[in-house]
């Protein structure tokens, strides 16, 4: 079992910038690869981004590509999420996922956090 607690949400300005946390609680972080996922109200979950269990490899969404980034530490069980340059269209509750695969698809993760809100002011 594996427990997921984002952290780092908030209210920000267009064009402003944002880091998320997630924090896991398994010692086997390091096996899992991560997965950030968002929702926007009356929207479905959407792929963000995903990272190898090595962080290694790394994927984005096209929509989020060459401002947010994924990493991750293995010696303190978290991956990140820096969003650079928001604009009001990224908005949405930013969720963590732990799983097998670094794959766009909800459903190859088998562990979600509770979510974060991310608000961005126009």
């Known amino acids: 079992q594996v427990q997921l607690v984002e952290s780092g949400g908030g209210l920000v300005q267009a064009g402003g910038s944002l880091r998320l946390s997630c924090a896991a609680s398994?010692?086997?972080?390091?096996?899992?690869?991560m997965g950030w996922f968002r929702q926007a109200p009356g929207k479905e979950r959407e792929f963000v981004a995903a990272?190898?269990?090595?962080?290694?490899?790394?994927f984005y969404a096209t929509s989020v590509k060459g401002r947010f980034t994924i990493s991750r530490d293995n010696t303190k069980n978290t991956v990140y999420l820096q969003m650079n340059n928001l604009n009001p269209g990224d908005a949405a509750v930013y969720y963590c996922?732990?799983?097998?695969?670094?794959?766009?698809?909800?459903?190859?993760?088998?562990?979600w956090g509770q979510g974060t809100q991310v608000t961005v002011a126009s």
């Open positions: 990272i190898s269990w090595s962080g290694g490899s790394t």
């Open positions: 398994a010692r086997t972080f390091r096996r899992y690869a």
């Open positions: 996922a732990a799983g097998d695969l670094a794959t766009t698809g909800d459903n190859n993760y088998d562990y």
